[in-house]
């Protein structure tokens, strides 16, 4: 009984005791600090992907290959040297959604024929971003051509319109090191986009 009373009354293990119950918070904390400067790493990694999406883009061909064939004075009936109308061109999307790269009309827009999109160019811009971001899928990326007053009917030069070209990234997911003590989930980050006006519109 003498034994047992002292063993009850020992304190020789409290510390390890209380030690053991704060060392799953303290790593949880730490583990939390260094989730959240990978999670600002990676934002800003997303962000500059779509400066430099945005850059290639301008500067190369253009994902909707309808538009830059396109004669707005020939099959548009506007007048040579007239400025493009929104009327006549008020923007396009291009996306890719499991391989397939499509450019469809803005809704509510007016558009001349995309035509088939120029899945190249597409793949092109997408692999200028990963540089950058390299989990960047395609399917995160949208490149849109927007209506910008520039450019004028007949331009000998190239392309007729001279649109507001924006890369966007959405639908991106981040994994946490301390989501992986309770699963699998993700946090999906902020969208990001970048505008530039086109420049020549063909990489030759």
């Not at 949208?142 to 392309?159: C, H, T």
């Amino acid at each position: 009984m003498t034994a047992l009373r002292s063993l009850l009354r020992s304190t020789g293990g409290g510390t390890a005791a209380e030690f053991g119950l704060l060392v799953p918070v303290l790593l949880s904390f730490m583990i939390g600090t260094i989730d959240v400067g990978r999670f600002l790493w990676t934002c800003n990694r997303a962000e500059k992907a779509t400066q430099v999406g945005a850059r290639y883009a301008v500067t190369n061909d253009v994902v909707a290959s309808g538009l830059a064939t396109y004669d707005f004075v020939v099959s548009g009936g506007i007048p040579q040297g007239n400025p493009v109308p929104q009327s006549a061109f008020g923007g396009a999307d291009c996306s890719s959604t499991a391989g397939v790269v499509t450019c469809v009309c803005k809704t509510g827009a007016t558009c001349p024929p995309l035509g088939t999109a120029n899945a190249t160019a597409f793949n092109n811009i997408v692999a200028q971003m990963q540089r950058m971001y390299p989990a960047l899928t395609a399917n995160n990326v949208k490149v849109s051509y927007e209506y910008s007053g520039l450019g004028y009917a007949g331009d000998p030069n190239g392309i007729q319109v001279a649109p507001l070209v924006t890369v966007k990234i959405n639908g991106v997911q981040f994994t946490p090191m301390l989501f992986r003590f309770f699963g699998s989930a993700t946090v999906t980050l902020p969208a990001y986009a970048s505008s530039l006006t086109l420049e020549d519109g063909t990489s030759t």
